[in-house]
């Protein structure tokens, strides 16, 4: 039912999507408009950034189907996901992909998607977090408000 308040958050777009999009325009316009950027110790940093990433997405994925709620923000949410990396964000897989991101921008030694990087986030913060979080408002009530008030939304 698409009427229906707590069928899902309606999120703008799959926050994969939109963290993809930002790196592969980047990445397109690294091509266009060339303009690079050196950055001392970008081939560790790189690997650093996008291993802290995946592990991060990898145990918030593994603490969501530990309480068997999907991780498609696209389906309804059926428990409250407190536990692991939900304990210190309430955005940890975001946190991640961020993570990922900057990582493989670093890669690219441009500074396209850094500048991208600000949008990208501040689409996830409107398209996606704040929807997300006025629907599990209305889903979970009192129980979401005392998790909001302990955990950060980032980190």
């Known amino acids: 039912m698409a009427d229906d ?11 994969p999507l939109i963290f ?4 592969i325009l980047g990445l397109l316009l690294l091509f266009a408009l060339p303009l ?3 950055v001392p110790l970008a081939g560790l940093v790189w690997w650093v950034c996008v291993g802290a990433g995946a592990v991060l997405v990898a145990l918030s994925f593994q603490a969501m189907q530990a309480r068997k709620t999907p991780v498609n923000p696209l389906q309804p949410t059926t428990n ?6 939900y304990g210190f964000s309430r955005n940890p897989i975001y946190v991640g992909f961020t993570l990922i991101y900057f990582g493989l921008a670093l890669l690219a030694s441009s500074l396209w998607p850094f500048v991208l990087l600000a949008g990208v986030l501040i689409i996830m913060e409107r398209g996606v ?3 997300e ?7 979970f009530g009192e129980e979401y408000r005392n998790y909001k008030a302990r955990v950060r939304r980032w980190v």
């Open 80 to 85: 409250l996901v407190a536990e692991g990396p």
């Open 129 to 131: 977090v704040e929807r």
């Open 36 to 38: 690079g950027l050196e």
């Open 133 to 139: 979080e006025a629907y599990l408002e209305r889903k």
């Open 20 to 23: 993809a999009g930002g790196l």
């Open 5 to 15: 308040p707590l069928a899902t958050a309606g999120v703008i777009a799959p926050p």
